[in-house]
């Protein structure tokens, strides 16, 4: 798929803003890209599609979960996190798109998972840190992702957890497992912050 045709079709999915976060995280993703050598075209398509399920109803949602092969335990959580996995399986079948790189990158952009590649921590990171993000400790990311992209997945990582606890909220397994996979290496690297 083009770049010209995935801004055709968000645009008739996603709401003026959601379109706009969407270039926003793309022009992030692409700058983080260059720098970590990664395929800026395809950085560039997985950014402007990741949202691509945002704004469909939880109902749906719901339903392309029960009626697909999607793991059935994100029903269990909020429905804040669905839209990755039901958006990268909706591409594929909606859409024909087939690059791995792109589909598993969308898919696990809200919640993260252990072993991501660089082609999704890039697009994890570039959705938490894109400039009109106000998330507080949004600004240290943002220094870090430019120097070691691990650091700042971490980071993501532990700022969400925390911001989830104290909301009482649940958390998705694969956000811990994240978590902890980092935890080994840069949470000892890192000086606390
Ligand atoms: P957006 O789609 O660009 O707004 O950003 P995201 O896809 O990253 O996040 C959607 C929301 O899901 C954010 O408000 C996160 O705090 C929230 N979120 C991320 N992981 C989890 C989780 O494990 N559980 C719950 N309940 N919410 C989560
Ligand atoms: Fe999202
Ligand atoms: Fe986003």
């Keep these: 798929m083009d770049i010209k045709y995935a801004k055709k079709i968000i645009t008739n999915v996603l709401s003026k803003d959601r379109v706009e976060h969407s270039f926003r995280v793309a022009k992030v993703a692409t700058q983080l890209a260059r720098k970590y050598n990664v395929n800026i075209e395809k950085i560039e398509l997985a950014a402007i599609l990741h949202d691509y399920a945002k704004n469909h109803s939880k109902e749906e ?34 859409h024909g798109i087939v690059d791995r790189d792109v589909l598993s990158a969308i898919y696990c952009h809200t919640t993260g998972k252990e072993h991501m590649s660089t082609f999704e921590k890039i697009i994890f990171v570039a959705d938490y840190i894109e400039p009109m993000r106000d998330i507080p400790g949004v600004e240290k990311v943002r220094e870090v992702a430019t120097e070691n992209l691990d650091q700042a997945v971490y980071l993501i990582l532990r700022n969400t957890i925390q911001f989830l606890m104290s909301k009482k909220h649940t958390i998705y397994p694969s956000t811990f497992y994240a978590y902890n996979e980092l935890s080994a290496t840069v949470g000892n690297q890192m000086e606390v912050i």
């Design 61 to 94: 949602l719901k339903r392309w979960i029960l009626q697909s092969s999607l793991p059935k335990n994100l029903l269990f959580y909020h429905s804040a996190i669905w839209h990755g996995p039901v958006g990268a399986l909706m591409l594929k079948q909606k």
